[in-house]
């Protein structure tokens, strides 16, 4: 499955009348529906947009346990941890998802090779 969110939705949630009541809505959505991996994404994406990376790693290591095999969710969490400054994990991270698929450039694009990452941060 996968899941987009628009540059608009984007805008609107950095709006902080919406703020409250978009973050409110997804503790709601995961509170009620706790095995649905894209409400835990929806929630990690918000608290991406609000710029708080521990809450989005915690709401996708909560998607991933739903759906470990989610490369989307994979690249959102190696994300999480490189704005988190957690290097290890998120290099640890990148090569996870490389190994699901070494070839597919949209993997590329998000976390680079591992190998590459680990090569510049050596």
Not at 42 to 48: D, K, Q
Not at 61 to 68: G, H, K, S, V, Y
Not at 72 to 97: K, M, P, S, T, Y
Request: charged letters at 25%; one cysteine or more; glycine letters at 4%.
């Amino acid at each position: 499955m996968r899941v987009r969110f628009s540059p608009l939705s984007v805008e609107r949630v950095k709006r902080s009348d919406t703020r409250t009541s978009v973050v409110l809505r997804t503790a709601r959505l995961t509170t009620q529906y706790p095995r649905f991996a894209a409400g835990w994404f929806a929630r990690n994406h918000i608290a991406t947009v609000l710029r708080s990376p521990t809450t989005a790693l915690d709401a996708v290591d909560r998607a991933l346990t739903i759906e470990p095999a989610n490369t989307q969710f994979l690249i959102r969490r190696a994300q999480c941890l490189l704005a988190l400054n957690q290097r290890r994990h998120e290099l640890d991270a990148a090569d996870a998802v490389e190994r699901r698929d070494p070839t597919d450039p949209a993997i590329w694009d998000a976390v680079g090779g591992g190998a590459q990452l680990r090569k510049r941060s050596a």
